[in-house]
Every structure is written in structure tokens, then in C-alpha cells.
């Protein structure tokens, strides 16, 4: 089955590119004369360029819950929750290096690995118990 996903055409990524440029120069610009206004249009274009990536991948997310059918539904949400956790901390932490906040950058990440785990937890857990049962089972 061919998936049908939306594609980003080149013209659109330049004009990506070419607004996360300006938004750079803005910010470098300004930071000497207003840096809290420059630290406000940094952040404002990482949480556009991240909503316009969720944006992308949404369709293709999609797809890939309806390949994986039913039975795999259990298997396949855990992962795509956990990317989706490490791509927010990783943005949220990015965001506030970018501010000169490094330790709450490091909360951050400190959080996500930690939601990740209780995300993954029932998943390995299962797998856990199936590794169990296929050792018992061999040498019993």
C-alpha cells in the first residue's frame, strides 16, 4: 500500500527557510537594543516552525496508525507519543538555552526522559513478560 502523504514542494521549504532567516536576523539585530523583544520573536518562530512540523507529519502519522492496523495499535502509540515528547522537551530546552536558562533547559529534558519512560513503561513491561515466558518455556 502506497501511502498518501502530503509532500513539501521546494518552493515552500525555501520560503521556510527564508522566513526562519529573517526571524534570525531580527533577533540578532535587536538583541543589543531590546533583547527581551528579541527572545520573544526567537521563540515565536521556534513554536511556528515546530507547528508547521506537526503540521507536516500529521497526514503521514495518520497513515501509519491506520498501516499498522489494530493489533499493533498498542505497539505503534507508545513510540509515536515518546517522539513526540522528545521533540517538544527538545524545542522547550532549546528555547531556553536560547534565553540563558540552562538548568531549567536541563528540568526540561529531566522531564521528558521521564515522561518517555512512563510512557514506554506498559510496552516494556509487556515485552518484559514475553521474554519471560519464551525463557521459562525453553528450559522448562
Known amino acids: 500500500m502506497i501511502m498518501k502523504v502530503r509532500h513539501t514542494n521546494m518552493e515552500e521549504m525555501i520560503r521556510l527557510i527564508g522566513a526562519a532567516m529573517v526571524a534570525v536576523m531580527l533577533t540578532v539585530s535587536l538583541r543589543a537594543l531590546a533583547p527581551d523583544i528579541s527572545a520573544l520573536i526567537g521563540a515565536a518562530a521556534g513554536v511556528l516552525l515546530l507547528g508547521y512540523a506537526v503540521y ?80 521459562v518455556g525453553q528450559t522448562g
Open 56 to 135: 507536516i507529519l500529521s497526514p503521514a502519522l495518520g497513515e501509519l496508525r491506520e498501516l499498522a492496523g489494530e493489533e499493533w495499535q498498542r505497539w505503534l502509540t507508545p513510540v509515536l507519543r515518546s517522539l513526540g515528547i522528545a521533540v517538544v522537551a527538545g524545542c522547550g530546552a532549546d528555547v531556553c538555552r536560547d534565553l540563558g536558562q540552562d538548568s531549567v533547559a536541563s528540568g526540561i529534558e529531566l522531564a521528558g526522559k521521564a515522561e518517555i519512560m512512563l510512557v514506554c513503561l506498559p510496552l516494556i513491561t509487556e515485552l518484559l513478560s514475553l521474554a519471560r515466558s519464551l525463557f
